[in-house]
């Protein structure tokens, strides 16, 4: 059905051009005066412009309230909430802005079509007219970055003491979520310990790593209103942990650890209530193309009542080792053994 849609389009399309050059074959047989032919035609794109702004501005607008629906339901964490608010100025100045210049572009098209009666005024330069266009939207820009660095570094840096810790670790091509346990701190961790059963590469031989709890299955649990200070790592190419209903998103780079501060503010339950939706789920995903099988990278992310996160953190085992067989620092000294003896 669309592309018969699509065919109709193109078909009417050409007909309106077939019968354009027929109307000049026609203008010209009849020995019409070709400036008034050629005044004629340029009132007709004109008027022609003018109504293709007016029905596209009509369209856009008719659109961006049809489709939202359709877009994220309300930020379900505490900076999400400031991180809308400082989208929707974005979409109100770029709006404003786009609106004027369009109206003005195809307004000018109709009101300076050509006439033998005008002429071009020749305007090198306008100092004041230059100073006020740089410098407005210099003020404009300079607010909403400003705006936008401080929620940033509130964001990345500012995280409470009485706060989680939570290690995302993306792979090709799936998840793990690692707790930090009563101390609230990850154990160390090294690329050259990771094996089957030891996925992270966990240092056992520190003792912060002794109460960590990783996560059974491809689920991960957040409770409502306690600060979390994600931690993420990636064992292979640049993955993108990506939690839209949180507004949170931040690159998982081999080698090194970034870090991102969230408060989710609204549970899963509550969350099915204001969309109407029992099946709806919050979602951790990969927004980096990381390789054929990255569509496939997510993890279900489900937000508790403190109450209820404790007691599934209950059910959570700690991933300690009985026998830790080696440690990162026995890895290292005997690569650099190594490396002397070379």
């Keep these: 059905m669309n592309i018969l849609i699509i065919i109709a389009l193109l078909l009417a399309v050409l007909v309106v051009i077939r019968l354009m050059n027929v109307s000049q074959l026609a203008s010209v047989i009849a020995g019409e005066d070709e400036e008034a032919e050629q005044k004629r035609h340029n009132s007709m794109n004109g008027l022609g412009l003018m109504l293709f702004s007016v029905v596209g501005i009509l369209l856009m607008i008719y659109m961006t309230f ?26 109100a100045v770029i709006g404003i802005v786009f609106l004027a210049t369009q109206i003005l572009m195809f307004w000018f098209v109709y009101k300076y079509q050509h006439s033998k009666n005008r002429f071009a005024l020749f305007y090198p330069d306008n100092h004041k007219l230059e100073i006020i266009w740089t410098v407005v939207p210099t003020i404009v820009l300079s607010a909403l970055i400003v705006t936008g660095l401080k929620e940033w570094n509130k964001m990345t840096q500012s995280h409470p003491q009485d706060g989680m810790v939570v290690q995302v670790y993306g792979y090709q091509f799936n998840w793990i979520a690692r707790y930090a346990g009563q101390d609230n701190k990850l154990g160390r961790s090294f690329y050259k310990l990771i094996t089957d059963d030891n996925p992270l ?4 031989s520190d003792p912060a790593s002794k109460d960590d709890i990783m996560t ?36 998982c780079v081999p080698g090194m650890t970034t870090r991102f501060y969230m408060e989710p503010t609204i549970t899963t339950a509550e969350m099915k209530g204001i969309t109407k939706n029992e099946k709806f789920e919050y979602v951790l995903l990969c927004n980096k193309v990381c390789g054929v099988a990255h569509y496939n990278m997510k993890m279900n992310v489900v937000v508790d009542d403190p109450a209820e996160f ?12 009985p026998v830790p067989s080696t440690t990162a620092s026995e890895v290292v000294k005997v690569n650099e053994e190594k490396e002397n003896n070379i």
Excluded: C
């Excluded at 939202?68 to 100025?89: C, M, R, Y």
């Excluded at 590469?201 to 056992?204: A, E, L, R, S, T």
């Excluded at 404790?310 to 080792?321: P, R, S, V």
């Design 201 to 204: 590469g966990i240092d056992y």
């Design 310 to 321: 404790k007691n599934w953190l209950k059910g959570q085992k700690q991933i300690m080792a």
């Design 66 to 91: 049809k489709y939202q629906p359709f877009l994220l339901p309300e930020s379900a964490s505490a900076h999400g909430v400031k991180t809308d608010f400082l989208l929707n100025i974005n979409f």
């Design 216 to 251: 059974k299955g491809n689920e991960m649990h957040l409770p409502k209103g306690v600060p979390v200070m994600f931690e993420f790592n990636s064992r292979d190419v640049i993955h993108s942990a990506y939690f839209p209903h949180f507004r949170t998103q931040m690159n």
